[in-house]
Structure formats: structure tokens, C-alpha cells
């Protein structure tokens, strides 16, 4: 446990309510360069996380990498949306509206045109990168989508 602690981002730390004395220990962990200095540091976060509540520190840290498993997965579903109407177009944009009804159908339309246009004119993929952000704010705000899709 003490080595995900380590691990996370500092805005993920911060969410979890840890005692003072292991948040900076933690903190000092990730300054250390040292393999033997980062492993008795690494064995004193875990003394440390003993002489807590690591039930409820656990739980804390479990929900955190729930929501990034989550975000992993949305975003690949969006990334396999956008591929699969970069490459069959029109198909595959009446599947995306069954699953996202409140998708602007004339946006989305807009933006694989562009996008198959640059890809074959071999310019950046501006507009390919517009459709997997459009496509992520949808999935972002749809509460449930009206039916699964292929990819879920």
C-alpha cells in the first residue's frame, strides 16, 4: 500500500486524508534517490500506514484507482468510436447517435469530413483530434446511454 501511495499523482494524494507525519514521509520518499535510503523509507510508510487506520486508508485508495480504470476505459471506448468512423464514416455514425441520442449528428458529421480529408492529404489530425474530444464530452455527460454499445 505504502508503494501506491508513493506512486500517485499529488492531486490524487492530496484526496486521500492521510496524519501529517505519512503524508510527509511519503513526500520525502520521492525525493530520495537512493535504492537502500527509498527502502527504509519505503519500511517506514509502511510502519507508519500500520499505526493508522489502513482499512479506511485503503478504501480511500482503491476508490482513486476505480476512477482511473474508469477514465482508462471511457477513453478507449471513445478512442475505438473515433477510429471506427475515421474508417467507415456514415455506418458507423448512426451507431454512435443510437448509443449518444444527444450527439449533433451535422458536428459530428462536419468533423469526419475533416478528418478523412486531412488524413488523405496527409496534414495533422487536427480535426480527428476535435472528434475524440467532442466524442469524450459526450460520454463524459451522458448519464446512461440509451443502448450498449459494441464496445462496452
Known sequence: MGEDLIALKATDLD???LPEELEKAIHEARKIKSNSGFKRQRQFIGKLIRLQDHEAIAKQLAK???IHDTNTASFKKVE???DRLL???????TEVIDVYPSIDRQ???QLV????LEKKND???AAARKLFKYL???????ITPSKTSAFD
Open 15 to 17: 484526496r486521500i486524508h
Open 64 to 66: 482513486i484507482k476505480h
Open 80 to 82: 475505438q468510436w473515433r
Open 87 to 93: 474508417a467507415d464514416g456514415h455506418d458507423v455514425i
Open 107 to 109: 458536428h459530428i458529421n
Open 113 to 116: 469530413r475533416q478528418a478523412q
Open 123 to 125: 496534414k495533422p489530425p
Open 136 to 142: 469524450l464530452e459526450i460520454e463524459e455527460n451522458q
